[in-house]
């Protein structure tokens, strides 16, 4: 075998070895994906058994008991109920005030509701003072929304967490399917 076919070969492996690889990668992305039918089907057969400020503060105290508080600090969140129709934001945390802010009518379902109010609580645990703040905000600036790392990092977290914590309202009885 000469110099050119060991190159040859050298590089055609560490080519297959990535196309494999991200094959992999997209696959398993692909199977948990919210868009696959069964989950679609599966997340929209339940109902509220109690108003939707209940359900939120509940989800809150799931994240309490699972994600803990941040240290040195044994308060939790306030929560801003808005029933106004927002297209930009499904929630928010507001780090001057300690308050987490959901918009209810952005939301398509309560599968949705429950990570959107887990992914603000992970900024609650995150975003402590006004330094925090600054630099997420300098951060936000410089790469935006969908690259920042702590946004990142509280998607990842509420859809880690989105379906036990469902399932577990569901057996506190403040869920019933359809």
Same mark, same amino acid.
């Given at each position: 075998?000469?110099?050119?076919? /060991?190159?040859?070969?050298?590089?055609?492996?560490?080519?297959?070895?990535?196309?494999?690889?991200?094959?992999?990668?997209?696959?398993?992305?692909?199977?948990?994906?919210?868009?696959? +039918?069964?989950?679609?089907?599966?997340?929209?057969?339940?109902?509220?058994?109690?108003? +939707?400020?209940?359900?939120?503060?509940?989800?809150?105290?799931?994240?309490?008991?699972?994600?803990?508080?941040?240290?040195?600090?044994?308060?939790?969140?306030?929560?801003?109920?808005?029933?106004? +129709?927002?297209?930009?934001?499904?929630?928010?945390?507001?780090?001057?005030?300690?308050?987490?802010?959901?918009?209810?009518?952005?939301?398509?379902?309560?599968?949705?509701?429950?990570?959107?109010?887990?992914? /603000?609580?992970?900024h609650f645990l995150r975003i402590r003072n006004v330094n925090d703040q600054k630099n997420y905000n300098k951060v936000l600036n410089e790469i935006g929304y969908d690259k920042h790392p702590l946004e990142i990092y509280a998607r990842e977290t509420?859809?880690?967490?989105?379906?036990?914590?469902?399932?577990?309202?569901?057996?506190?009885?403040?869920?019933?399917?359809?």
């Open positions: 075998m000469s110099i050119s076919d /060991e190159t040859f070969w050298t590089y055609w492996s560490i080519y297959m070895g990535t196309i494999f690889l991200i094959w992999i990668f997209k696959k398993d992305k692909d199977d948990k994906s919210p868009s696959d +039918k069964q989950y679609k089907a599966w997340r929209s057969q339940f109902l509220l058994k109690t108003n +939707k400020t209940a359900y939120i503060r509940a989800v809150v105290y799931w994240c309490v008991q699972n994600l803990g508080v941040p240290k040195g600090n044994n308060k939790i969140p306030g929560i801003v109920v808005r029933y106004v +129709k927002q297209d930009k934001f499904l929630g928010l945390y507001c780090s001057a005030r300690k308050e987490i802010i959901i918009y209810i009518k952005a939301h398509d379902d309560l599968l949705q509701l429950t990570n959107t109010v887990i992914h /603000e609580y992970d509420a859809d880690k967490h989105e379906l036990s914590c469902f399932r577990e309202m569901a057996e506190r009885g403040l869920l019933f399917r359809k």
